[in-house]
């Protein structure tokens, strides 16, 4: 059950060429977490979001489309249905995501700026002008569109005079650290993810966090970014206790995600393999990585507790 | 079954992006913690690449776009190739040669 390749590619390529992201969110959607804490605008130092947290309700909401068309003769029009979107833009009209699932994943975003500024961190936001990176695309192949989409973001940062950038997923922590600098040498901008500034720092942690929970590594952060550490310090100093799984830190398992735009059915499978190592080892665990968290959540189909780090060192260090 | 051998397919897959699988000694581990599970992936795919067997490796698209990029092959490969950023290139490569991109 797999959709037509060249054309699902075409799609995702047109729409960060055309309208700065593969999936294009209004800008009320990807921003509302900003406003909601009023962040200033700009900075030395800010928090960028790469709108990676803010895609996934509609990442959520465009897979269930496409394992009910991946079976059926309507993925023949893939190709029209290129055409017709270099016109009209189609995931707007398409994937209509829950308000609840939109509150949940800013929720994310609000509890990292939360956590930065209970550290001490200064920091500001990009809020219209904070543009998704194009992971996706750079994964597919797409470079072209990649370029385009990398030299618009030196330019905000540029005019924004922003030094130093917060990541919070892996993904986009990827894309600004490692893979900007090799399209543009001059990208000249200090990238850390959240979980490393506020590894480097001890945890305020008010009364200590009772339970157990496994430990599910994002591929990226682990193989690409080597963050495997970070995560471990910062939970050792919440009161739980953490187990791994079988598959930990540098040797982790993929939960699928990366399968989900062409391979749906694929990558629901590899997520319950993983689901089923995570519980063997207890029976919640916790993610650093929205791609993860959604993809795993959806094949644990509620057999396994999961949560988003984030949530929980906010809880932590006090609600 | 006969197949002509060259060096172009891989000059011309590398023209677009690294792609160093000529240091792979074939040895399997790759393919055998692969969790896609499918026999193309990755070992079979860079051979057939490295031998420019081109009707092959464009038979083999889908398996190409298959691979998740978690890079569990490449932490464990014993000859350090760069598995996922072959992958990415030969992406690169299909992308023009059969969807026109």
Same mark, same amino acid.
């Given at each position: 059950?797999?959709?037509?390749?060249?054309?699902?590619?075409?799609?995702?390529?047109?729409?960060?060429?055309?309208?700065?992201?593969?999936?294009?969110?209004?800008?009320?959607?990807?921003?509302?977490?900003?406003?909601?804490?009023?962040?200033?605008?700009?900075?030395?130092?800010?928090?960028?979001?790469?709108?990676?947290?803010?895609?996934?309700?509609?990442?959520?909401?465009?897979?269930?489309?496409?394992?009910?068309?991946?079976?059926?003769?309507?993925?023949?029009?893939?190709?029209?249905?290129?055409?017709?979107?270099?016109?009209?833009?189609?995931?707007?009209?398409?994937?209509?995501?829950?308000?609840?699932?939109?509150?949940?994943?800013?929720?994310?975003?609000?509890?990292?700026?939360?956590?930065?500024?209970?550290?001490?961190?200064?920091?500001?936001?990009?809020?219209?002008?904070? !543009?998704?990176?194009?992971?996706?695309?750079?994964?597919?192949?797409?470079?072209?569109?990649?370029?385009?989409?990398?030299?618009?973001?030196?330019?905000?940062?540029?005019?924004?005079?922003?030094?130093?950038?917060?990541?919070?997923?892996?993904?986009?922590?990827?894309?600004?650290?490692?893979?900007?600098?090799?399209?543009?040498?001059?990208?000249?901008?200090?990238?850390?993810?959240?979980?490393?500034?506020?590894?480097?720092?001890?945890?305020?942690?008010?009364?200590?966090?009772?339970?157990?929970?496994?430990?599910?590594?994002?591929?990226?952060?682990?193989?690409?970014?080597?963050?495997?550490?970070?995560?471990?310090?910062?939970?050792?100093?919440?009161?739980?206790?953490? !187990?791994?799984?079988?598959?930990?830190?540098?040797?982790?398992?993929?939960?699928?995600?990366?399968?989900?735009?062409?391979?749906?059915?694929?990558?629901?499978?590899?997520?319950?393999?993983?689901?089923?190592?995570?519980?063997?080892?207890?029976?919640?665990?916790?993610?650093?990585?929205?791609?993860?968290?959604?993809?795993?959540?959806?094949?644990?189909?509620?057999?396994?507790?999961?949560?988003?780090?984030?949530?929980?060192?906010?809880?932590?260090?006090?609600? | 079954?006969?197949?002509?051998?060259?060096?172009?397919?891989?000059?011309?897959?590398?023209?677009?992006?690294?792609?160093?699988?000529?240091?792979?000694?074939?040895?399997?581990?790759?393919?055998?913690? *692969?969790?896609?599970?499918?026999?193309?992936?990755?070992?079979?795919?860079?051979?057939?690449?490295?031998?420019?067997?081109?009707?092959?490796?464009?038979?083999?698209?889908?398996?190409?776009?298959?691979?998740?990029?978690?890079?569990? *092959?490449?932490?464990? *490969?014993?000859?350090?190739?760069?598995?996922?950023?072959?992958?990415?290139? !030969?992406?690169?490569?299909?992308?023009?040669?059969?969807?026109?991109?």
């Amino acid at each position: 059950m797999t959709l037509p390749i060249g054309p699902v590619i075409g799609i995702l390529a047109d729409n960060l060429r055309l309208r700065g992201s593969v999936l294009p969110i209004p800008a009320r959607r990807s921003t509302s977490w900003a406003r909601q804490l009023g962040l200033p605008v700009g900075g030395p130092t800010v928090l960028y979001s790469g709108q990676m947290v803010q895609l996934i309700p509609y990442i959520e909401a465009m897979v269930a489309i496409e394992e009910r068309l991946g079976g059926s003769p309507l993925a023949r029009l893939a190709p029209l249905g290129r055409r017709l979107n270099r016109v009209v833009s189609l995931v707007p009209l398409m994937a209509r995501p829950p308000g609840r699932a939109v509150a949940e994943y800013d929720r994310i975003l609000v509890d990292v700026a939360t956590l930065l500024s209970r550290a001490g961190v200064a920091f500001g936001a990009l809020y219209a002008d904070d !543009l998704y990176t194009g992971a996706l695309a750079h994964d597919l192949g797409a470079d072209e569109a990649v370029a385009v989409q990398a030299r618009r973001i030196q330019q905000v940062l540029r005019r924004y005079k922003v030094r130093e950038v917060i990541t919070v997923d892996p993904h986009t922590t990827h894309m600004l650290r490692t893979v900007f600098p090799r399209i543009l040498p001059d990208f000249a901008v200090a990238v850390r993810s959240y979980l490393e500034v506020l590894a480097e720092r001890p945890l305020a942690v008010p009364a200590p966090l009772p339970g157990v929970r496994t430990l599910h590594d994002a591929c990226v952060f682990a193989r690409y970014e080597s963050v495997v550490e970070e995560p471990r310090r910062l939970l050792a100093q919440t009161g739980l206790r953490v !187990l791994e799984p079988e598959a930990a830190g540098r040797l982790t398992e993929c939960c699928g995600g990366p399968a989900e735009s062409l391979f749906p059915a694929r990558a629901r499978a590899i997520a319950g393999q993983r689901v089923a190592q995570l519980r063997r080892a207890a029976p919640d665990a916790i993610t650093m990585c929205p791609l993860c968290l959604v993809n795993l959540r959806r094949a644990a189909d509620g057999a396994l507790g999961l949560e988003d780090i984030s949530s929980v060192l906010r809880r932590a260090t006090g609600g | 079954m006969t197949a002509v051998v060259g060096a172009e397919l891989a000059e011309a897959v590398g023209r677009l992006g690294p792609f160093d699988a000529a240091a792979c000694m074939n040895c399997g581990v790759c393919t055998a913690v *692969c969790p896609m599970g499918i026999a193309w992936l990755p070992r079979r795919l860079q051979r057939a690449v490295v031998l420019g067997l081109e009707q092959e490796v464009v038979a083999a698209t889908e398996p190409v776009y298959a691979c998740l990029l978690c890079r569990l *092959c490449e932490v464990s *490969c014993p000859a350090g190739v760069h598995i996922t950023e072959n992958v990415r290139t !030969l992406r690169r490569y299909l992308n023009r040669r059969v969807f026109g991109l």
